[in-house]
């Protein structure tokens, strides 16, 4: 089956930075998207990030474009996500989530879901 597994949250300051990851297993990786999310208590599942298997195309939300950074080390079935100069309003739960068809900001086109690790930066 599928897995995926974020790691690496924890709190920090704002200014600072963190990398939140992504192990996946139970699947061929290749040709398939890998989206981060966040969702932040009471607002709905905003996307952040998402990374092309087939061409490493990427994309980034407005809110985090030119802060964040998605990679992938396709040899360790692990997608990245750098965080730098966070923000409080960056405060939320940092799903993962794996798409067949290719990169979109809407979950519903996600098929699969890691966790969750949660990310906290503090003003």
């Known amino acids: 089956e599928v897995q995926l597994v974020e790691s690496g949250g924890g709190l920090v300051q704002a200014g600072g930075s963190l990398r939140v990851s992504c192990a996946a297993s139970g699947f061929t990786f290749e040709d398939y998207a890998i989206g981060w999310f966040r969702q932040a208590p009471g607002k709905g599942r905003e996307g952040v990030s998402c990374?092309?298997?087939?061409?490493?195309?990427?994309y980034y939300g407005d809110s985090v474009k030119g802060r964040f950074t998605i990679s992938s080390d396709n040899a360790k079935n692990t997608v990245y996500l750098q965080m730098n100069s966070l923000k409080p309003e960056d405060t939320a739960v940092y799903y993962c989530?794996?798409?067949?068809?290719?990169?979109?900001?809407?979950?519903?086109?996600?098929?699969?879901w890691g966790q969750g690790t949660q990310v906290t930066v503090s003003s």
């Open positions: 990374i092309r298997s087939s061409d490493g195309l990427t």
């Open positions: 989530a794996l798409a067949y068809y290719g990169c979109s900001f809407y979950p519903r086109q996600f098929d699969s």
